[in-house]
């Protein structure tokens, strides 16, 4: 039986995308797929709506969002793109890769957004159902992953609705987030230094082949006011790094062993990113006190994963 107030689950055909952006039109929030997480998105050019994400998501006001854009046009309406940013998003766009750009300041974007900084997130995404909303909207659309600030990220619908329940009108079916781990960001100084600000997707190795070596500031601090420490927590202890769990521990493994859920059996971190998200869910949920993960090598995409296993562990 479905629940009461459950939010409303949108399919991704005609009728479905029409829905999902006559409720972003109002100013309202849609959870929407990408091809990393699911998104908790709102019209960027409304301070009510933008609002709104903050407000259901318990997010600090100090944790600016990444805008979503149709197309790179869109985007250079909005920020100030050079000859690095062109060619950034020239091989990766549309995909996992989110830019901090200087903001332009014809942007048009609600405050709130930016979160009063004078740089801007952006990103086209790939998933086909986020690229067919994307051109019904016109507008773009602010998204932070679909989950109550400091829980786990969302890679499925049904995680989107178990954080929100009603708080969260509805939801556009895309299917499992095919990479499962958020966007990598990177961002691009005017004195022709970058930072990367998370780890992600595209990974350090490939961003420095193209850009060269990354400037030795510790832009952690000072550029990436929401890279908490503490996030995607799933509420109970957490060990990294374990070769045999305790009787009380689900376990999370990696490659071919004997675990309550496997990130990938054939050791494959792309698979394993895909995974990740999903399993801390069902680790949070199982009666098991405390949580035990595998040793993940600390490379390409593993460099993400264990980012995101070392917020998630820190209490
Ligand atoms: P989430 O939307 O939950 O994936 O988080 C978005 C991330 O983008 C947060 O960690 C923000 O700190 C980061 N971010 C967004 N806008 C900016 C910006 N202008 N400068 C630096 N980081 C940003
Ligand atoms: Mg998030």
């Not at 997480?37 to 960027?44: N, Q, S, T």
């Not at 927590?233 to 045999?244: I, N």
Request: aromatic fraction near 4%; proline fraction near 8%.
């Amino acid at each position: 039986m479905a629940r009461k107030n459950a939010p409303e689950l949108l399919s991704p055909d005609d009728a479905g995308l029409s829905r999902a952006a006559a409720i972003l039109a109002w100013g309202e929030l849609v959870a929407v797929p990408t091809e990393t997480v699911y998104g908790l998105a709102a019209r960027a050019d409304s301070a009510q709506a933008v609002a709104r994400i903050y407000a259901t998501k318990g997010r600090p006001d100090f944790n600016p969002l990444i805008v979503h854009v149709r197309d790179l046009d869109q985007a250079q309406g909005l920020a100030v793109f050079d000859e690095r940013a062109l060619d950034l998003a020239d091989r990766f766009w549309p995909g996992p890769l989110t830019l901090v750009l200087p903001l332009r300041v014809d942007a048009g974007l609600a405050g709130a957004v930016t979160a009063g900084l004078p740089t801007l997130a952006l990103r086209q995404p790939e998933h086909k159902v986020m690229r067919a909303l994307l051109e019904r909207t016109g507008f773009p659309l602010a998204a932070p992953s679909a989950n109550r600030s400091e829980e786990i990220s969302p890679t499925r619908p049904d995680h989107v609705a178990a954080s929100f329940g009603e708080d969260c009108p509805a939801i556009l079916d895309g299917g499992a987030s095919r990479d499962g781990l958020e966007s990598t960001i990177v961002a691009l100084r005017d004195d022709g230094e970058w930072s990367l600000l998370r780890p992600g997707p595209v990974t350090l190795e490939t961003l420095t082949r193209i850009l060269g070596p990354q400037s030795e500031m510790d832009s952690a601090a000072i550029e990436a006011p929401g890279q908490l420490a503490r996030h995607y927590s799933p509420g109970k202890p957490m060990r990294l790094d374990v070769g045999q769990p305790d009787a009380d521990e689900y376990f999370i493994g990696f490659g071919a062993q004997e675990s309550d859920c496997n990130l990938s059996r054939d050791a494959d971190l792309n698979e394993a990113a895909a995974h990740l998200y999903d399993c801390l869910h069902r680790a949070a949920a199982s009666p098991k006190a405390r949580i035990a993960v595998a040793p993940i090598p600390d490379d390409a995409m593993g460099r993400a994963i264990n980012d995101r296993l070392r917020r998630a562990a820190s209490d």
